[in-house]
Nanobody, 117 residues
Framework: QAQLVEAGGGPVQAGGALSLSCTSSTYISCIYDMSWYRQAPGKEHEFVSLIDSKGRTSYADSVKDRFTIYHDNAQTRVYLQMNNLETEDTAMYSC???????????WGQGTQVTVSS
């Protein structure tokens, strides 16, 4: 089973940018989609963005035009480039891998993003 590790979170001022990354520390044998989710204190777990096995992307309306999800060339690492950050983006960001055959999924531990005004 994949073991996902996120990196790149931290404090940033509103209007700034951060780039999160997610990679698996173990070999992934399936065809998979990768997503980012976030959870702010007192709020529900929220979908942020997805890149599927064919490279197609989707975004939550709240981050569209500000966030970009993409693979590296080897498709071993997924990035979430977050621009023009808002205080409402403050949350724990976690990546999620889902095998397209439904056989397996995995979550990372999360990386904290804190946006200050």
């Amino acid at each position: 089973q994949a073991q996902l590790v996120e990196a790149g979170g931290g404090p940033v001022q509103a209007g700034g940018a951060l780039s999160l990354s997610c990679t698996s520390s173990t070999y992934i044998s399936c065809i998979y989609d990768m997503s980012w989710y976030r959870q702010a204190p007192g709020k529900e777990h929220e979908f942020v963005s997805l890149i599927d096995s064919k490279g197609r992307t989707s975004y939550a309306d709240s981050v569209k035009d500000r966030f970009t999800i993409y693979h590296d060339n080897a498709q071993t690492r997924v990035y979430l480039q977050m621009n023009n950050l808002e205080t409402e983006d403050t949350a724990m960001y976690s990546c999620h891998l889902s095998c397209t055959d439904g056989a397996s999924e995995a979550w990372g531990q999360g990386t904290q993003v804190t946006v200050s005004s």
